[in-house]
């Protein structure tokens, strides 16, 4: 028979860390959106006062930044050493979607909120190096990289925002399905748009 997991002993306050605040401050953010992520919403969470947030992130725009850039993280996939830059693309493509759809409340934030550029440049470097096998300049890399980028945020923002119910049949599955192909189709255009500019 299982014991039942001990609780943390009363008046023992949680040890409070950047990335338990950031996991809480996500948590927030999917369950009750946007709007409902502040410093006080998030110390509640904890179980802290909101002061005690400052020693670790300075202020919500800190911690919205942080937010940013693990969720950028949790999109980029490890990819295989040979794998062809443009198939690259398309699954890097495939997983940033996947996340944004994981979290529609954080596709505004995400899309208004750049991730920070050195971190990104290192998640990506592996994207990058699939471009740089192939012979292309990194900068010609980096412009088809965030112009996909772009069309995966801009694309789970049409998603997202659809208010149910405002789809011709008002079934979620066909809608669901309507976006897939869309985002397909449109995605599959842009790459090969990239593979002819690049030859």
Do not use: C
């Not at 919403?41 to 940013?68: C, E, F, I, K, W």
């Not at 991730?115 to 998640?123: A, H």
């Not at 412009?143 to 925002?161: D, E, K, M, N, P």
């Amino acid at each position: 028979m299982n014991e039942p997991a001990p609780r943390r002993g009363r008046g023992r306050p949680a040890v409070l860390t950047r990335e338990r605040i950031v996991a809480a401050a996500i948590e927030v953010l999917d369950a009750e959106g946007l709007d409902a992520l502040t410093m006080r919403r998030l110390g509640t969470q904890l179980g802290v006062a909101a002061m005690s947030l400052y020693r670790h992130l300075p202020n919500r725009d800190a911690v919205l930044a942080a937010v940013v850039d693990h969720l950028f993280a949790e999109a980029v996939i490890d990819l295989d050493a040979d794998t062809p830059w443009p198939e690259a693309l398309a699954r890097f493509a495939g997983s940033y979607r996947l996340m944004l759809l994981g979290h529609p409340h954080a596709v505004p934030l995400l899309a208004t909120h750049p991730v920070d550029i050195d971190l990104g440049l290192e998640l990506l470097a592996g994207l990058l190096n699939r471009f740089e096998a192939a012979g292309i300049p990194r900068q010609d890399a980096l412009t088809a990289i965030q112009s996909v980028a772009v069309y995966v945020l801009g694309h789970a923002l049409a998603q997202v925002g659809t208010p149910p119910g405002t789809t011709t049949t008002g079934d979620g599955n066909v809608a669901a399905a309507f976006y897939d192909q869309w985002f397909k189709a449109g995605l599959r255009a842009m790459i090969s748009g990239f593979e002819q500019q690049l030859r």
